[in-house]
């Protein structure tokens, strides 16, 4: 089926979905968060609108969206990029091996996923979970617990979510670090991984699974469907988490290549080889270290170092008079 959307908050839906663009629908924990990385870091996405899919109710919003999951809609170009490798930065930016959620926040509304919207991009999605299977068997084969899922209808979340991180930028900068989020992919990625997927001028060689057959059975016609506009939608089915059904049953491995690629350039829709583009929103980088604090937080963090060092001082100065009291008593009772 093709992605439905509802666009209830923005304040121009028409900023987000172009023509020219394409959407794909991704879950990895708190989207505030993958906003973030997808548009600070991943070649041709135009935008990410955070909101919710999956659920029991329409019109869900973050107080009640029962059975709905947070997710991002990346909108992307697809002459700059492609599905697939949207795909492998999506990987790098959650922990495949999380059934609870991700990171900090545990709970249904925080679990991962991959939706498509036709079969080319379900043979895509399984394409790109076996390519991780493959490269590292030991690691990966059998443990990751991401569903691939046909897309549902896309709710777009409450405005005060969309661009949070740009929004409060303290704040956001507060919570991914008290999340871990950062620490996390880098242990499950390893830290060279990590930093080669959320570099500014990608520029790290990598090796990828080219597949020699597994979309040869695919019709040449097929178009990607288009989003439709339904704001009047109440798709409420709930998309449960509990299986991967819509995986195709085909145990045997098709045949594939391993080639080296350099991330500075990507491949597009078109297969062409086309330079990595990058925050194309000029989103500024976010803060880090103690700056990246809150203002009230830093003036508590402020006040507690003045406290303490204040409480050190005053130790140090009574001592130092008992001290003395304690020689002057001393030299009296000489005399």
Not at 229 to 238: D, H, M, P, V, Y
């Amino acid at each position: 089926m093709p992605y439905t959307y509802t666009f209830l908050n923005v304040e121009n839906p028409t900023d987000y979905i172009r023509n020219g663009t394409k959407t794909a629908m991704l879950a990895g924990g708190c989207f505030w968060c993958m906003e973030e990385a997808f548009e600070h870091y991943v070649p041709g996405v135009v935008e990410a609108i955070s909101g919710y899919s999956g659920g029991r109710n329409s019109m869900p919003t973050y107080s009640n969206h029962p059975g709905h999951i947070e997710v991002i809609l990346v909108v992307y170009d697809p002459l700059l990029t492609s599905y697939e490798v949207i795909l492998q930065y999506l990987w790098r930016n959650i922990d495949p091996f999380d059934s609870a959620g991700q990171f900090c926040d545990k709970g249904h509304s925080y679990l991962p996923a991959i939706y498509y919207g036709t079969e080319l991009e379900r043979k895509q999605a399984e394409a790109s979970l076996m390519s991780l299977e493959i490269a590292n068997p030991a690691k990966f084969e059998d443990k990751i617990t991401v569903p691939i899922l046909e897309a549902k209808m896309f709710w777009e979340a409450e405005l005060y979510h969309q661009n949070y991180y740009l929004k409060n930028p303290s704040w956001y900068a507060y919570y991914k670090a008290g999340c871990q989020r950062v620490n996390t992919l880098a242990g499950v990625w390893g830290q060279e991984e990590y930093d080669c997927f959320h570099d500014e001028t990608p520029s790290c060689e990598i090796e990828v699974i080219r597949w020699e057959d597994f979309f040869d059975n695919e019709d040449e016609g097929e178009e990607e469907n288009p989003i439709s506009n339904s704001t009047n939608s109440t798709n409420s089915t709930n998309s449960t988490l509990d299986s991967q059904d819509d995986q195709s049953d085909d145990d045997e491995t098709p045949s594939y290549t391993v080639e080296t690629i350099n991330l500075g350039t990507v491949e597009n829709e078109n297969g062409e080889s086309v330079l990595a583009n990058i925050n194309i929103k000029n989103a500024p980088a976010t803060k880090t270290g103690f700056l990246a604090l809150p203002l009230s937080l830093q003036l508590i963090a402020f006040g507690f170092v003045v406290l303490i060092l204040g409480s050190i001082y005053y130790v140090m100065r009574t001592n130092r008079k008992i001290a003395k009291d304690k020689k002057k008593i001393l030299e009296g009772e000489g005399e």
